[in-house]
């Protein structure tokens, strides 16, 4: 009898045989993407926003708040109430530049994790100013931001000079130096500069020419401030030299040194300058908010910063825009905590878990699911 070919065969077979073939099976793997367009990406954040507020808005009932109020409260009261529009920018502005200040020293691959004791030294280097009254009044405001400024970048000196000489890991130098500078401050407000006349720990009141004025109607200087180092950020990352090797140096430092660009000096006026954006936040803060120097001015803004230049990518762009949502949620919670006498820790509670669900958006964008087929054995 003749030998059947294999198409024959395959129909003839019997149903054994065909249990005895291996099986295709589908399987799911995660890829990572290597560019996705922005209004997809923008799409995912929209939705990863609303999940998060809805979350907090399902939360927010379940502890008596009226579901009907929830909107006016989170939304209108909030962005489109004079008084509160205001509050948010005013609560920004010191946000946006240490934000900036982030998004610049990780794009050099710098860790900056001292944000915070920048911080503390661009506010002790303007009260300093203040204290011993240099300058005369006209110019004592502009002295105060240059002097915040660069007790900044002195304080972000030593840790990069450290790791490029020394190969010392920057996030540990870079937290080390927030207690420090934290203890220092304890030293100037509790001791020497401490407040005569009330016996409090903070420093005496800045006068009034010390202090941000406001630039039209109540909306302060602050704002314009903010706005002016996003666009020198944006400047300096997009449009000049330095610019343009900071992109070698954050794809890879080896190979960028490889092809002639000065690593080290690009990687020390980055972290320079973003530790004069983090003094420069200082200064606002104790000129324009606190109108003295106190214990806890700095308090929470270096975990915001961090935490806004990952949400935003180390773009400067986007990182005003993450910086404006979370001022956002910082007044939306002060209004709660009035309004309807929510706990402060309810209120930190609803801003992390809208925060984790933007931050959980950035798997999908970075990450795609890819349908496989194979034979089982």
Same mark, same amino acid.
């Given at each position: 009898?003749? $030998?059947?070919?294999?198409?024959?065969? $395959?129909?003839t077979a019997?149903?054994?045989?065909?249990?005895r073939?291996?099986?295709?099976?589908?399987?799911?793997?995660? $890829?990572v993407?290597?560019?996705?367009?922005?209004?997809?990406?923008?799409?995912?954040?929209?939705?990863?926003?609303?999940i *998060?507020l809805g979350?907090s808005a399902a939360?927010?009932?379940?502890?008596g708040v009226?579901g009907?109020?929830?909107?006016?409260?989170?939304?209108?009261?909030?962005l489109?109430d004079v008084?509160?529009?205001k509050a948010v920018?005013?609560?920004a502005?010191?946000?946006v530049?240490v934000?900036?200040a982030?998004c610049l020293?990780?794009r +050099?691959?710098?860790w900056?994790?001292?944000?915070?004791?920048q911080?503390?030294?661009?506010?002790?280097?303007?009260?300093?100013?203040?204290l011993f009254?240099?300058?005369?009044?006209a110019?004592r405001?502009p002295?105060?931001m240059?002097?915040?400024?660069?007790?900044?970048?002195a304080?972000?000196l030593?840790?990069?000079l450290?790791?490029?000489k020394l190969?010392?890991?920057?996030i540990?130098?870079?937290l080390?130096?927030?207690?420090?500078?934290?203890?220092?401050?304890?030293?100037?407000v509790?001791?020497s500069?401490?407040d005569?006349?009330?016996?409090?720990?903070?420093s005496p009141q800045?006068?009034?020419?010390?202090?941000l004025?406001?630039?039209?109607?109540?909306y302060?200087?602050?704002?314009p401030?903010?706005?002016?180092v996003?666009l020198l950020?944006?400047?300096?990352?997009?449009?000049c030299r330095? *610019?343009?090797?900071l992109?070698?140096?954050?794809a890879?430092?080896?190979?960028?040194?490889?092809n002639?660009?000065?690593?080290?000096?690009v990687?020390? *006026?980055?972290?320079l300058?973003?530790?004069?954006?983090a003094?420069?936040?200082?200064f606002v803060?104790a000129?324009g908010?606190?109108?003295?120097?106190?214990q806890?001015?700095y308090q929470?803004? *270096?975990?915001s910063?961090?935490?806004?230049?990952?949400l935003?990518?180390n773009?400067p762009?986007?990182?005003?825009?993450?910086?404006?949502?979370?001022?956002?949620?910082?007044? +939306?919670?002060?209004?709660l905590?009035?309004?309807?006498?929510?706990?402060?820790?309810m209120?930190?509670?609803?801003?992390?878990?809208?925060?984790?669900c933007?931050a959980?958006?950035d798997?999908?964008?970075?990450?795609?699911?890819?349908?496989t087929?194979?034979r089982?054995?």
């Amino acid at each position: 009898m003749p $030998e059947m070919s294999g198409v024959n065969a $395959e129909v003839t077979a019997t149903p054994a045989q065909r249990l005895r073939e291996p099986l295709v099976s589908r399987r799911y793997t995660v $890829e990572v993407r290597q560019q996705m367009a922005w209004p997809w990406q923008a799409l995912i954040l929209a939705l990863a926003l609303l999940i *998060g507020l809805g979350l907090s808005a399902a939360i927010l009932i379940a502890v008596g708040v009226p579901g009907g109020e929830l909107f006016n409260e989170l939304v209108m009261q909030t962005l489109f109430d004079v008084a509160s529009l205001k509050a948010v920018l005013f609560q920004a502005a010191p946000i946006v530049m240490v934000a900036l200040a982030g998004c610049l020293a990780f794009r +050099a691959r710098f860790w900056n994790l001292g944000l915070e004791g920048q911080m503390i030294w661009g506010g002790i280097a303007a009260t300093a100013i203040s204290l011993f009254e240099i300058g005369p009044p006209a110019t004592r405001l502009p002295l105060m931001m240059l002097a915040a400024a660069l007790g900044g970048l002195a304080w972000a000196l030593a840790p990069v000079l450290l790791k490029l000489k020394l190969k010392v890991n920057e996030i540990i130098s870079t937290l080390m130096l927030n207690y420090i500078a934290a203890n220092f401050l304890l030293h100037l407000v509790y001791g020497s500069w401490k407040d005569p006349r009330d016996a409090f720990p903070y420093s005496p009141q800045y006068r009034p020419f010390e202090r941000l004025p406001d630039f039209f109607d109540g909306y302060s200087f602050a704002i314009p401030m903010a706005i002016g180092v996003a666009l020198l950020a944006w400047w300096f990352v997009g449009v000049c030299r330095v *610019g343009l090797y900071l992109r070698f140096v954050d794809a890879s430092p080896k190979v960028a040194e490889a092809n002639g660009v000065p690593v080290a000096k690009v990687i020390v *006026g980055t972290v320079l300058f973003s530790g004069a954006m983090a003094g420069l936040a200082g200064f606002v803060v104790a000129a324009g908010q606190e109108g003295r120097l106190t214990q806890a001015f700095y308090q929470g803004y *270096g975990f915001s910063g961090i935490l806004i230049a990952f949400l935003a990518r180390n773009n400067p762009l986007a990182a005003v825009v993450v910086a404006l949502l979370v001022a956002t949620l910082f007044v +939306a919670g002060r209004n709660l905590q009035v309004f309807y006498q929510i706990p402060f820790s309810m209120v930190q509670l609803i801003q992390a878990l809208i925060v984790i669900c933007v931050a959980g958006s950035d798997f999908f964008i970075r990450h795609r699911l890819r349908r496989t087929q194979g034979r089982e054995s």
